[in-house]
C-alpha cells in the first residue's frame, strides 16, 4: 500500500548549525505533508505543512522542501538549538480521504551543546 | 486557548477489561481524530469523527474496539477486552474546518498498558 517513511532514523548535529530531515512518500495523490515535532511523553507538535502545488514553505527558523519528481520532502531547521532535540515525523494526506494523516517512522535529531 | 485534552495520560488495565480513553477538542474544533502508535514506532489512524458521526473508521480492528463523539462531551474511545497487544500511546488530534482538515493538533495521549 501508499506509505511515507524516512531515510534514516537518527540524526546527531552541533548546537547551530543546520539541519536537514528527509522523508520519502509512495502516494502521488497527496494533497498535503506535514512535519511535526515528537518529545519523549508527549503528542506530535505541528510545525509546518506544504500544499502538493508547492515546492518550498517557509516557517520561522523552519523551511519545507517538497520535490514532487522523485517524491521527497524534507525539512530544513536553522541553527539549530538543544530545544529541538526530539523525533520528526513527516506525513501525508489526501483531502478525499478526510484527510487522515499517514506518518512516517520517524528521525531521531539530537543536538549537541 | 486551551489545548487538545486527554485523560487518562497512563492507564493501566489487566487483560480482559476495558478501557475508557477521553478526548476534549480543541474549542471550535468539531473533528477528531485517533491515532494509535507503538512503540518506537509512527502514528496509525484509527477513526475520524465528527459530532455524532462516524466518518472513516477504516483503521479501527473489527472488533473490541469502538468510537464515539456525543453532542455534547468528549470523544470517548473504547476497547473490550483489552489485550497486550492493545498497549500503545493513543493520540487524538482535533482540526477546525473542512478545509483546514490537514491541520490537525494532537493531544498529549493517554499512554495504556496492559498487564
Known amino acids: 500500500g501508499e506509505s511515507v517513511g524516512l531515510h534514516l532514523p537518527t540524526l546527531s548535529v552541533q548546537e547551530g548549525d543546520n539541519s536537514i530531515i528527509n522523508c520519502a512518500y509512495s502516494n502521488s495523490a497527496s494533497d498535503y505533508f506535514i512535519w511535526y515535532k515528537q518529545e519523549s511523553g508527549k503528542g506530535p507538535q505541528f510545525i509546518i505543512d506544504i500544499r502538493s502545488n508547492m515546492d518550498k514553505r517557509q516557517g520561522q527558523r523552519v523551511t519545507v522542501l517538497l520535490n514532487k519528481t522523485v517524491k521527497h520532502l524534507s525539512l530544513q531547521i536553522a541553527a539549530t538549538q538543544p530545544g529541538d532535540s526530539a523525533v520528526y515525523f513527516c506525513a501525508e494526506t489526501q483531502e478525499t480521504s478526510g484527510s487522515r494523516l499517514t506518518f512516517g517512522e520517524g528521525t531521531q535529531l539530537t543536538v549537541n551543546p | 486557548n486551551a489545548g487538545v485534552m486527554q485523560n487518562p495520560r497512563h492507564l493501566v488495565r489487566r487483560r480482559g477489561q476495558e478501557a475508557r480513553l477521553r478526548c476534549s477538542p480543541m474549542?471550535?474544533?468539531?473533528?477528531v481524530y485517533w491515532y494509535r502508535q507503538l512503540p518506537e514506532e509512527g502514528l496509525k489512524f484509527m477513526v475520524y469523527?465528527?459530532?455524532?458521526?462516524?466518518?472513516?473508521e477504516s483503521g479501527m480492528p473489527k472488533e473490541r474496539f469502538s468510537a464515539e463523539f456525543p453532542k455534547e462531551g468528549p470523544s470517548i474511545l473504547r476497547i473490550q477486552q483489552v489485550v497486550r497487544g492493545d498497549s500503545a500511546a493513543y493520540f487524538c488530534?482535533?482540526?477546525?474546518?473542512?478545509?483546514?482538515?490537514?491541520?490537525?493538533?494532537f493531544g498529549p495521549g493517554t499512554r495504556l498498558t496492559v498487564t
Open positions: 474549542k471550535g474544533h468539531s473533528h
Open positions: 469523527l465528527q459530532k455524532e458521526n462516524i466518518i472513516d
Open positions: 488530534a482535533s482540526s477546525p474546518r473542512p478545509e483546514q482538515l490537514h491541520e490537525q493538533y
